[in-house]
């Protein structure tokens, strides 16, 4: 891992443009580059943790981003309940892909965003995710499921 900023610079920029895709997918509306800033700082004050036997800079920086993520919705959480109106909805939403992959739970919807949106492997969404690639397959193949439901206009109310 890289001591001095020019070299953790270098070393992250490739990467930045995945950051950025993932972080838009799971950030709040408007918070993207926040959240990379905020993986990027929690990357440099952690950079000594970085193992390349437990995966790539890639995944490392990625799941990162996915935490910061994860922590920026809670933030927003609060302003949501006071908002003045719930978003108008209209029948189309059940064909919006958007909609329904905002409906899976949070596992299943990391694990669509990294795989297919962020076009990360299954061993790298793993990685991300901090689990085993057979859970990756189960968890979408799941969510794949749980989406043509949403998409096909079921309730999928009960089930997980």
């Given at each position: 891992?890289?001591?001095?900023h020019?070299?953790f610079?270098?070393?992250v920029?490739p990467?930045?443009?995945a950051?950025?895709?993932l972080?838009?997918?799971?950030a709040?509306?408007?918070?993207?580059?926040?959240?990379v800033?905020a993986?990027l700082e929690?990357a440099w004050?952690k950079r000594?943790?970085?193992?390349p036997?437990?995966g790539?800079?890639?995944?490392?920086?990625?799941?990162?981003?996915?935490?910061q993520?994860r922590r920026a919705?809670r933030r927003?959480r609060?302003?949501?309940?006071?908002?003045?109106?719930?978003?108008?909805r209209?029948i189309?939403d059940?064909?919006?892909?958007e909609?329904?992959?905002?409906r899976?739970p949070?596992?299943?919807?990391?694990?669509?965003d990294c795989?297919?949106?962020v076009?990360?492997?299954?061993?790298?969404t793993a990685a991300v995710m901090?689990?085993?690639e057979?859970?990756?397959?189960?968890?979408?193949?799941d969510?794949?499921?749980?989406?043509?439901r949403f998409?096909?206009g079921?309730s999928?109310?009960?089930r997980r």
């Amino acid at each position: 891992m890289p001591a001095a900023h020019d070299e953790f610079g270098a070393w992250v920029e490739p990467h930045l443009p995945a950051l950025a895709r993932l972080a838009a997918r799971l950030a709040p509306d408007g918070e993207r580059d926040d959240v990379v800033q905020a993986a990027l700082e929690r990357a440099w004050r952690k950079r000594s943790s970085f193992d390349p036997a437990r995966g790539t800079p890639l995944t490392w920086l990625l799941a990162i981003t996915a935490d910061q993520a994860r922590r920026a919705r809670r933030r927003d959480r609060p302003r949501a309940i006071f908002a003045s109106s719930p978003p108008a909805r209209s029948i189309d939403d059940r064909l919006d892909l958007e909609a329904a992959v905002a409906r899976l739970p949070e596992r299943q919807h990391l694990a669509v965003d990294c795989f297919y949106f962020v076009g990360l492997s299954v061993a790298e969404t793993a990685a991300v995710m901090g689990c085993a690639e057979g859970t990756v397959k189960s968890t979408l193949s799941d969510a794949r499921a749980r989406l043509g439901r949403f998409l096909e206009g079921g309730s999928d109310a009960g089930r997980r």
